[in-house]
């Protein structure tokens, strides 16, 4: 980050150089290592070209590249980069530029030619840290590194540069003020001040924790360009809550407004609406009359429509009959017509031609006479309608014209049915039929004249026809005065519905009248109505967001002063979240208070209370990581919003894993994908996630960071267009904006070189002592009080809950008043979606009240147990610090939550589990090797354990008083001393009175009782800068430091008391001696200036004047103080070890030569039938070749159970990786 890289191009671009680095991919090795020099040989000693080979550290992903490095830097001849055929081309190659040098073109000369080339071409700058062991170990190795380079050391950047580079990004930032204000000048200044405040800052973190700590100008870097894109987000975010908020009171005054103006119109339109009203009732009653008459003539009409319809149905039945019968004559006509259809007039005229007719025919001709009297005028009849010549010569006359004669008997079948034939002609006609006989057919008559044969089929047909229509007449005639009676009938509805039709009319034009009137009625009703409803929905309205103005009002005043605030503010927030993630607490509330009292100084406004957290998120935000897993502490949260402000990718210390569990929640719902460093499909993972906008999470990482993942951890990409691509490997892929790269190491205390913690946020997630005191309190309640821990659960989440809630509402509260158009009042969907938020809004809030009151009384009732929560606290951390005294000395907080729990259960009160189910349980787990048995043997221990469990909950053991007192008492001494013998048992002899002092004092400086001076000058005894001359009688037995000392103790209060210590050992210099020289000082008599004082403070005289015995004296002190059980330490009891133990938690001896403990294990298996003999115990010695062996017992003991023990673990150092991850696995 201090700009190696950067310089080395810019000045190749200067020289004209070419620039050319290695890509490193997944699977890049020596050979691409090879290519990729002969690539740059061939330019700079084939082409002549200028070329700069850009080497950084990161890419060195195998040592033995360092190996063709040292010989390109010591002689540019590096063996073995060409096979011998390759080199013969180089020669050829480079020929004619060796003669035209004047160089003899033999093989050697050409190829020292092109070497010389690469020397004069070929420059190489190499960009590495000198951080760490690596560079100095590389050059012990590789000496060409340090001997054939001009070594260009960088030193930190100038204040001066810092602040220029400050000054140009910043000047086009119009939120800070004019140029020439006091503001902008403020805040340029404060730029380089809190780079080297950080700086300062590390240093202290070092000297102290022994942690390391980088800020490099390209953190500053990282530091303006947050600080440039987050003012400007503050300030138009506040600027836009403001606007939304100003144009929630606009329209909540414009409604109140609005109110009493509707009142006032409602009166008129109530007036206008009674006039209507009364108007309308006339017509009403006018047409209730009109109706009353038009439904008595309606009435009328249907009685009348009834009777028609009665007789319409009886002249159906009636014409229906008639039909019937008349259509069984339908044949004797057709048979009528066909007999004259085959005659013409031509036969009439044969048969008008005879003289004489054959006998009969002339009978025939007068029966057809008879029929047609008085229809046929040819015909002449006499007075009573009779034929009066029926001789055949009025026959010839009948015939006279044979074509009407012919029509006249085709149209005879219509004058019989409409009565025009006298009964009298048939009868005659008929009388001529029957007295001829069978002569009377077409049979008879065919051989004497067709024309009279077709006319006698004629009659006959007809006459039979005149019967049946003789027979029908009856009905006949029924049915035509039946049908005049339906005439008649209509007749009369059709006047009854013309009279109802007129007062239809005239009723229709008062319902006209009527319906414009009720229509105006309805018209200024709705319109009132419309009035009331849009005064309720302003009241309801006004209602709905009046407590809202307040807190709005309110809001929009602090609004002015806080966009004064937030250049200055978001400063401090910036400044916090680029540089202070990687400190503890106390460092970052170091650097922050720096921060603030420069600003101070020079004037940046700030807030009353200027803090970066609340800038950085807002409540609603800290409680939705809260319901993801994240502590609720502060540095917690501190950390939730440096990681989801910082451009960076977020590098989280994660030793604890509280901080991978957030991130795994936080992210699930973007595919978040995780993997490790160096994994097979890591790449293939990164791909994916890159292309489709995946988060991916690179948990337990060492301390350094793949070569193959720098363009993406650096936030390196290209722009194609208007994509944006990373190069990842040899590939190039596009990069979505909603990818996330997230990165986790278990490790305690990494140490990241700067060019890592530069390109990365490096975020310290290690538990704080305040937090874990939270946290072990929450689980001494949940083991004493399973109820109250619940429901404080059940509060917490709900609390979180809603403050989300409120937040969301608050927003689309304000959103629907932004987007809405026109008068708001009007928008009835609105306000009651408005309404409907008020009322979530005050439920929760009432919710809110109630859920603080009830956790303040199970605070209150918790807070009882506060001092074992602050014991555990303060144990784990003595526990984290004993790193210092041996790096061996790790403990993960899980194994200590193991501890405590035992610890409190060890003296629980409940009642204990019933052993015999235990005991069940174990033997069919022992006695049945069937998997599917296991499986069921496994689910019913499952619930077995979880009715327990709900068994325990129910059970609610409730003290206090002087009882709960006595109790916590008692869990205290109990943890602590759980804790010492979970903890000693892994301890040297050497360090554990050291340990045990160690916690004893900080219980007493954590009660009060010893001040943390006193613990200091104990540790310490730092001698007094400026003692006074020692006496001559002190100097035989006493040194100058012991004198300068025993000056220091005088500043203690205890040592304050009578005389100083100095004039005491002036004045008793021969009593001091007397003690100075006793064989047990601890126990014997003090000098008399200091006769009265306590153990503790015994114990500063011994530090200083008989060191030899302050061993003995901190075992009394500790006796006294804790009790024996902390000094004697009982024999190693594997058993014990085994109980406490459980199939997650794998046991790790640290043995000295000759110390064996595989006899106790087999012992202790052989108990618990678990024997080599059986399978179920297997003992590896690890050496090469065993590690699949090992992970193959591993996986199959922890399918089938059973005991695995690896031997002389030490020698597989590289594998414990593998193995580590195997035991996450199973």
């Not at 102290?208 to 490099?216: F, I």
């Not at 440039?228 to 414009?254: I, P, W, Y």
């Not at 408005?834 to 199970?858: G, H, N, P, W």
Request: proline fraction near 4%; charge should be negative.
């Amino acid at each position: 980050g201090s700009g190696r890289q950067s310089l080395s191009r810019l000045s190749s671009y200067t020289c004209l150089y070419v620039t050319m680095m290695i890509v490193i991919s997944g699977n890049y090795g020596m050979n691409d290592l090879k290519a990729d020099l002969q690539s740059m040989y061939t330019k700079a000693g084939v082409k002549d070209e200028g070329v700069l080979f850009l080497f950084t550290d990161g890419q060195i992903t195998n040592e033995k590249f360092l190996v063709y490095i040292n010989d390109l830097l010591a002689s540019g001849d590096i063996a073995d980069l060409y096979a011998s055929d390759e080199k013969d081309a180089i020669r050829n190659a480079v020929r004619s530029g060796c003669k035209g040098a004047g160089i003899q073109d033999t093989p050697e000369n050409l190829w020292m030619f092109f070497i010389g080339r690469i020397r004069k071409n070929l420059h190489m700058a190499l960009c590495f840290s000198p951080v760490g062991d690596a560079m100095r170990n590389r050059a012990k190795k590789f000496p060409a590194l340090v001997n054939c380079t001009v070594i260009d050391w960088f030193q930190p950047w100038p204040m001066d540069a810092l602040f220029n580079v400050g000054q140009k990004f910043l000047a086009p930032i119009e939120q800070l003020g004019p140029q020439d204000s006091p503001t902008r000048a403020g805040i340029l200044e404060f730029m380089p001040f809190s780079f080297e405040a950080s700086n300062k800052q590390a240093v202290i973190f070092m000297a102290n924790e022994r942690r390391y700590a980088y800020t490099t100008p390209k953190s500053f870097l990282e530091l303006i360009n947050l600080y440039c894109a987050m003012v400007g987000k503050k300030v138009d975010a506040l600027e836009d809550q403001k606007d939304r908020l100003t144009n929630g009171l606009e329209k909540l005054n414009k409604t109140q407004a609005d109110v009493a103006v509707l009142e006032e119109d409602l009166k008129v339109k109530a007036v206008v609406v009674a006039e209507k009203a009364a108007a309308a009732d006339i017509f009403a009653e006018e047409v209730g009359r009109e109706k009353a008459k038009v439904q008595e003539e309606s009435d009328k009409a249907a009685i009348e429509a009834k009777t028609c319809q009665k007789i319409a149905a009886d002249v159906a039945i009636q014409q229906e009959s008639c039909e019937k019968d008349l259509a069984a004559a339908v044949p004797l006509v057709q048979e009528a017509e066909k007999a004259l259809d085959v005659l013409d007039k031509k036969d009439f005229q044969e048969l008008k031609a005879l003289s004489k007719p054959p006998a009969g025919v002339d009978l025939v001709c007068e029966a057809a006479m008879h029929l047609q009297a008085g229809i046929d005028p040819n015909i002449e009849v006499d007075k009573k309608g009779g034929v009066k010549d029926p001789s055949w010569k009025g026959a010839i006359k009948m015939m006279a014209a044979p074509e009407k004669f012919l029509e006249n008997l085709k149209a005879y079948k219509e004058e019989i049915n409409d009565g025009n034939v006298p009964q009298i002609n048939i009868e005659k006609a008929r009388k001529i039929q029957i007295s001829m006989g069978d002569t009377f057919s077409h049979e008879g008559m065919a051989k004497k004249s067709g024309a009279c044969a077709g006319l006698c089929v004629f009659i006959i047909n007809i006459i039979m026809y005149y019967d049946v229509v003789i027979q029908v007449e009856p009905k006949r005639q029924a049915l035509r005065e039946a049908t005049q009676t339906l005439n008649d009938a209509n007749e009369k509805l059709d006047k009854v519905k013309k009279l109802v039709a007129e007062l239809e009319a005239k009723l229709a034009k008062l319902m006209s009248e009527f319906d414009k009137a009720m229509k105006e009625k309805n018209a200024v009703m709705a319109e009132a109505a419309k009035c009331q409803n849009k005064l309720d929905m302003a009241q309801r309205l006004v209602k709905a967001l009046l407590a809202n103005g307040v807190i709005w009002e309110q809001t929009v005043a602090r609004a002015g002063e806080e966009l004064e605030f937030i250049p200055g503010d978001t400063l401090v927030a910036c400044s916090f979240a680029s540089y202070v993630g990687v400190f503890t607490r106390q460092y970052r509330e170091a650097c922050v208070e720096n921060f603030i009292d420069f600003l101070t100084k020079k004037g940046v406004p700030l807030g009353p209370k200027p803090d970066p957290l609340p800038v950085l998120a807002n409540d609603a935000e800290m409680a939705g990581w809260a319901g993801q897993g994240l502590p609720s502490d502060r540095v917690s949260c501190e950390n939730g919003a440096i990681m989801t402000n910082s451009q960076r990718w977020g590098l989280i210390i994660d030793p604890q894993l509280q901080g991978i569990v957030w991130i795994k929640n936080k992210e699930a719902e973007n595919g978040l994908q995780i993997t490790r460093m160096g994994h097979s499909k890591m790449l293939n993972t990164f791909e994916v996630a890159l292309d489709q906008g995946k988060s991916v999470l690179i948990e337990n990482m060492g301390e350094t960071i793949e070569a193959v993942l720098q363009p993406v951890v650096s936030r390196n990409t290209i722009k194609r267009g208007n994509k944006r691509v990373v190069k990842l490997g040899d590939k190039e892929i596009i990069l979505k904006d909603s990818f996330k790269l997230f990165m986790q190491t278990k490790l305690s205390n990494p140490h990241y070189p700067p060019e890592v913690q530069a390109e990365t946020t490096v975020i310290n997630f290690t538990v704080t002592e305040d937090g874990l005191e939270d946290q072990m309190l929450f689980l001494v309640v949940k083991l004493e009080r399973p109820d109250l821990a619940r429901k404080k659960t059940e509060l917490i989440t709900q609390q979180n809950e809603f403050k989300v809630t409120l937040a969301q509402l608050e927003a689309l509260l304000l959103e629907k008043l932004a987007n809405a158009e026109g008068d708001i009042t009007d928008d009835t969907e609105l306000i009651l979606s408005l309404e409907e938020a008020k009322r979530t809004s005050d439920d929760v809030k009432e919710k809110v009240v109630f859920a603080q009151e009830m956790e303040a009384k199970i605070n209150e009732t918790s807070e009882y147990y506060r001092p074992t929560g602050s014991r555990s606290s303060l144990l784990f951390f003595l526990l984290c610090d004993l790193c210092k005294m041996h790096t061996f000395y790790k403990y993960s907080l899980d194994s200590f939550v193991m501890v405590v729990t035992r610890a409190v259960n060890s003296v629980t009160l409940r009642k204990p589990k019933e052993p015999k189910k235990v005991e069940e349980v174990v033997e069919e787990k022992g006695d049945d090797d069937d998997d599917d048995d296991d499986d069921d043997d496994d689910k019913e221990e499952e619930e077995e354990e979880e009715v327990e469990e709900e068994e325990e909950e129910e059970e609610i053991i409730e003290l206090s008083g002087k009882e709960l007192k006595k109790r916590v008492v008692l869990l205290e001494n109990i943890i602590t001393y759980f804790v010492l013998d979970y903890t000693r048992r892994g301890l040297l002899d050497a360090d554990k009175l050291t340990v045990v002092s160690m916690m004893a004092i900080k219980i007493l400086v954590r009660a009060g009782t010893v001040s943390n001076e006193e613990r200091n000058v104990l540790i310490n005894a730092p001698p007094d800068p400026s003692p006074p001359a020692m006496p001559e009688n002190a100097k035989s037995w006493m040194s100058d430091t012991q004198w300068a000392q025993m000056k220091t103790l005088e500043s203690l209060d205890a040592f304050k008391k009578g005389s100083k210590l100095t004039e005491a050992i002036e004045q008793d210099s021969l009593g001091w001696k007397r003690w100075y020289t006793e064989e047990k000082a601890e126990i014997a008599d003090l000098p008399r200036a200091v006769r009265d004082l306590g153990p503790f403070h015994r114990l500063f005289l011994l530090r200083i004047m008989r060191p030899d015995r302050i061993g003995a004296a901190l075992t009394e002190f500790i006796i006294s103080n804790l009790g024996n059980e902390f000094i004697e330490q009982d024999p190693f009891d594997m058993e014990k070890c085994y109980e406490e133990s459980s199939c997650l938690t794998p046991f790790f001896f640290v043995l000295f030569p000759g110390v064996d403990p595989t006899s106790s294990i087999e012992a202790l298996g052989r108990k618990l039938g678990i024997t080599e003999a059986n399978g179920r115990f297997v003992p590896i010695s690890m050496g090469q070749g065993q590690e699949k062996v090992a992970l193959d017992a591993l996986n199959r003991c922890a399918t089938n159970g059973g005991w695995i023990m690896m031997a002389n673990i030490h020698l597989m150092q590289a594998w414990l990786k593998q193995l580590e991850r195997a035991l996450e696995v199973v």
